[in-house]
């Protein structure tokens, strides 16, 4: 099975402006987890996506949403960017909710804010 | 609030030597504790994971070790290799319905050949 694929890999943007960011799961897993990782603050849970659902979310404002499609695909945006916005950004997918699941990670999408 | 704390941070042994990972979770409800490795400039890979129902659990030359009293666990690398150099994070599932991870600060391994 192909794993978990992210797009863009790579971005730029400047303070104020909207991003959104995409990740396709592993086919047949309906869970997305995304996470935001920078050097001073590791890796930090931003919300679980499951059946389109949101189950789960992080400690962030509400410039981070998300959303999941019927087809588990997933979509986080960013609004009204800010220079500490900047870091990668991974999703995960897993087979089904819940404590347990073994989550896999894509490549992220590296975000640089200026 | 819900933490995972992991020590060290860095950590240098020279090939062939052991290597011990810590760390300890702060919600008793924790269930599933996974390892991942993160190379430089990849995606975390699992390398191992634990369920609380286990004590200890094995792979080749990697071992986790989970006491639940204490609230902490612990990752083990035998014979390390220099291909074992990169970032180990440990995490923790803390809620019970949803996927959520907390993960430690991260500990950079370098093993010298």
């Known amino acids: 099975k192909a794993g978990v694929t992210q797009t863009p890999r790579y971005l730029i943007k400047t303070r104020g402006q909207q991003v959104t960011l995409s990740c396709s799961p592993i086919?047949?897993?309906?869970?997305v987890s995304w996470y935001q990782q920078t050097p001073g603050q590791g890796l930090q849970f931003l919300f679980e996506y499951f059946s389109e659902t949101q189950r789960n979310k992080g400690n962030f404002p509400g410039r981070f949403s998300g959303r999941q499609f019927s087809n588990s695909r997933s979509e986080m945006n960013v609004s009204t960017l800010e220079l500490g916005d900047s870091a990668l950004y991974l999703c995960?997918?897993?087979?089904?909710?819940?404590?347990?699941?073994?989550?896999?990670f894509g490549p992220g999408t590296r975000l640089l804010v200026l | 609030g819900e933490n995972v704390e992991q020590h060290p941070s860095t950590l240098s042994v020279q090939e062939g030597d052991s290597a011990v990972i810590k760390c300890t979770y702060s919600?008793?409800?924790?269930?599933?504790f996974p390892w991942y490795k993160q190379e430089l400039g990849k995606r975390p890979q699992l390398i191992i994971d634990i369920r609380s129902n286990v004590g200890e659990k094995k792979d080749q030359r990697i071992a986790v070790t989970l006491n639940k009293t204490a609230k902490h666990f612990s990752l083990h690398i035998t014979e390390t290799q220099p291909e074992d150099s990169a970032v180990y994070f440990c995490?923790?599932?803390?809620?019970?319905?949803?996927?959520?991870?907390?993960f430690g600060q991260g500990t950079t391994l370098q093993v010298k050949p």
């Open positions: 995960a997918s897993s087979l089904e909710t819940g404590p347990g699941g073994t989550q896999y």
């Open positions: 919600d008793s409800a924790s269930n599933y």
């Open positions: 086919s047949g897993h309906r869970s």
């Open positions: 995490a923790a599932s803390i809620s019970s319905n949803t996927g959520k991870l907390i």
